[in-house]
């Protein structure tokens, strides 16, 4: 591996890791020597060294991080300040709705419910940390089984599943033949 290459996987590793990575285990990891790895972080120290670029490398013993300069900090502030708005679209609520009320659930029976792919959805919640994956279904190809999280329930302002409004078995039926009947006429039954 020459120096450039070297200097791409070091910039790699500490961009990956995010936090101090030791210069021996680097070293041991990509089969080259602590002063070569030396080398190459003295490369990205001097790329990063000056007052136009936003991060830094900071050596900690025998350590090596990719950091934010600290003139940056107040700018990371006030991003991460910035509130997020979520944004939850008609089909990301359907599933987790199922989600809630099924819980633990996996992605084929929340489709088998749907009666479409909830890839889309089912992302978009982990995202929000509207649900976490609860474990494995023992079942063959070990699914994964959701369910909703601490933050669904703050978002929603519940302090359990058992405050969520219960489902109306009346209601529920008068669906359940609607989609049977709109079946039936879609398929010419």
Same mark, same amino acid.
């Given at each position: 591996?020459?120096?450039?290459? $070297?200097?791409? &996987? =070091?910039?790699?590793? /500490?961009?990956?890791?995010?936090?101090?990575?030791? +210069?021996?285990? *680097?070293?041991?990891?990509?089969?080259?020597?602590?002063?070569?790895?030396?080398?190459?972080?003295?490369?990205?120290?001097?790329?990063?060294?000056?007052?136009?670029?936003?991060?830094?490398?900071?050596?900690?013993?025998?350590?090596?991080?990719?950091?934010?300069?600290?003139?940056?900090?107040?700018?990371?502030?006030?991003?991460?300040?910035?509130?997020?708005?979520?944004? $939850?679209?008609? &089909? =990301?609520?359907?599933? /987790?709705?199922?989600?809630?009320?099924?819980?633990? +659930?996996?992605? *084929?029976?929340?489709?088998?419910?749907?009666?479409?792919?909830?890839?889309?959805?089912?992302?978009?919640?982990?995202?929000?940390?509207?649900?976490?994956?609860?474990?494995?279904?023992?079942?063959?190809?070990?699914?994964?089984?959701?369910?909703?999280?601490?933050?669904?329930?703050?978002?929603?302002?519940?302090?359990?599943?058992?405050?969520?409004?219960?489902?109306?078995?009346?209601?529920?039926?008068?669906?359940?033949?609607?989609?049977?009947?709109?079946?039936?006429?879609?398929?010419?039954?």
């Amino acid at each position: 591996m020459n120096l450039n290459e $070297l200097t791409a &996987a =070091v910039e790699a590793i /500490l961009f990956s890791m995010g936090e101090a990575v030791d +210069i021996f285990d *680097m070293a041991k990891a990509l089969v080259v020597t602590p002063e070569d790895i030396n080398r190459a972080v003295q490369i990205l120290e001097d790329k990063y060294g000056t007052p136009s670029s936003g991060i830094m490398i900071r050596r900690i013993e025998n350590k090596v991080q990719l950091a934010t300069r600290p003139e940056q900090y107040e700018n990371l502030i006030r991003i991460a300040s910035v509130p997020k708005k979520m944004t $939850l679209s008609d &089909a =990301v609520i359907e599933t /987790l709705s199922i989600i809630a009320y099924k819980q633990p +659930i996996t992605k *084929m029976e929340i489709e088998t419910i749907r009666g479409v792919a909830c890839d889309y959805a089912i992302n978009r919640l982990l995202e929000y940390d509207l649900i976490k994956e609860l474990g494995r279904k023992d079942a063959p190809g070990r699914p994964i089984l959701f369910g909703t999280t601490e933050q669904f329930l703050r978002s929603f302002g519940v302090r359990s599943l058992d405050e969520l409004p219960s489902i109306n078995t009346v209601k529920a039926e008068e669906f359940r033949e609607e989609a049977e009947k709109e079946i039936d006429e879609r398929l010419g039954i």
